[in-house]
Nanobody, 115 residues
Framework: QVQLVESGGGLVQPGGSLLLSCAASRDITTFYAMGWYRQTPGNERDFVAGMISDGSKTYADSVKGRFTASRDGAKNTIYLQMKSLKPEDTAVYYC?????????WGQGAQVTVSS
């Protein structure tokens, strides 16, 4: 069974940075899309950033210019570099990986932006 394991969440002050990682248990080039969503209590998961197998990337308007998604095929890992963090970025962040018939999810990483 394919697994996605996240790491790197935590508490950071406004204006700070965090790096989230998501390690897959198989070759990430077999997924046609990977990326990140986030969720706050009582709300739906919202799209944050996505990468398609052709290398193109998309971002939610709220994080453009502050967040950067990337991948390392040698480590079967994707990343979300988050800079200039704001209190409204506080959420549980989930990585995802899409196959033709299923979307896989990581276990979630709490990111809290607070002074």
């Amino acid at each position: 069974q394919v697994q996605l394991v996240e790491s790197g969440g935590g508490l950071v002050q406004p204006g700070g940075s965090l790096l989230l990682s998501c390690a897959a248990s198989r070759d990430i080039t077999t997924f046609y899309a990977m990326g990140w969503y986030r969720q706050t209590p009582g709300n739906e998961r919202d799209f944050v950033a996505g990468m398609i197998s052709d290398g193109s990337k998309t971002y939610a308007d709220s994080v453009k210019g502050r967040f950067t998604a990337s991948r390392d095929g040698a480590k079967n890992t994707i990343y979300l570099q988050m800079k200039s963090l704001k209190p409204e970025d506080t959420a549980v962040y989930y990585c995802y990986a899409r196959l033709p018939d299923v979307t896989l999810w990581g276990q979630g990483a709490q990111v809290t932006v607070s002074s």
